[in-house]
């Protein structure tokens, strides 16, 4: 009798959860969407999280990580799917990943990411965030073979937005890769080759004359080059 009475309480209690399950589901899939009228980002990151736990989704997680990264939030995007390379992650899975890690300082990371992406889908967008990294990180090889495919495969109506000054600004993608590319010819060889990053600089300032950081390039280059110039030349 005993065992009986505990039988039927243990499918009772079962019952009750499973109302209660589903209760709680209703409820916070109408808290969604309410606050995806309302615009309330946190909240509709509050309610997406409780349905995560109520019912764990792959697809959810990487949608609450994109949420998190679109509002700068990347070590909360990186908690919620982890930075794990895995064959199965979706496109926005590794991009979320690859934009949190370069945005938290950790090029080498970031570019196992942009591997994949890469790998998936070549464009010239991910060969310049590539060939960015790649400088960073010292791999001036891999980096020339991006910069150059990108050139090979630029069109004129791309674009690139930069974020150094206090109003962010687009500019063309082909003056964006020719400024890269001066950063990379100035790197291989920072005694050598400014004659010859200056020129990229001034290729890209010919596309546009009012891209910022490609202009602010071309002015440390000429500074370096007048104090080189200054130096008394040393004889044997």
């Known amino acids: 009798m005993k065992q009986i009475t505990i039988a039927v309480i243990m499918l009772f209690s079962v019952g009750v959860f499973a109302q209660t399950n589903a209760d709680l589901k209703k409820h916070y899939e109408a808290y969604y969407k309410q606050m995806k009228k309302q615009g309330d980002i946190q909240g509709i990151i ?8 109520l019912e764990p989704s792959v697809a959810r997680r990487d949608t609450i990580a994109y949420i998190y990264l679109s509002e700068g939030q990347y070590m909360q995007a990186l908690n919620t799917i982890g930075v ?3 064959a199965t992650d ?16 950790q090029p080498k990371m970031a570019l196992e990411h942009y591997e994949v992406l890469y790998k998936r889908d070549p464009n010239v ?11 960073q990180t010292q791999d001036l090889a891999g980096a020339k073979l991006n910069i150059d495919y990108a050139l090979a495969n630029v069109k004129d109506d791309m674009k690139r937005a930069y974020y150094e000054t206090q109003q962010p600004y687009e500019t063309s993608m082909k003056a964006a890769l020719l400024y890269l590319k001066g950063i990379l010819t100035f790197t291989e060889n920072r005694t050598a080759n400014i004659d010859a990053a200056l020129k990229h600089m001034n290729d890209a300032l010919a596309i546009d004359p009012n891209f910022n950081l490609a202009r602010v390039s ?5 500074s370096q080059k007048a104090q080189a110039a200054k130096k008394p030349a040393t004889g044997n």
Do not use: P, Q
Request: proline residues 0%; charged residues 30%.
């Open 125 to 135: 967008y991910l060969a310049y965030e590539m060939a960015d990294l790649k400088i």
């Open 218 to 222: 071309r002015e440390a280059l000429e």
């Open 84 to 86: 794990e390379k895995n």
């Open 46 to 53: 509050n309610a997406m999280t409780h349905l995560e736990v």
């Open 90 to 105: 979706s496109d926005m899975n590794v991009e979320v990943k690859a934009l949190a890690l370069k945005n938290l300082n």
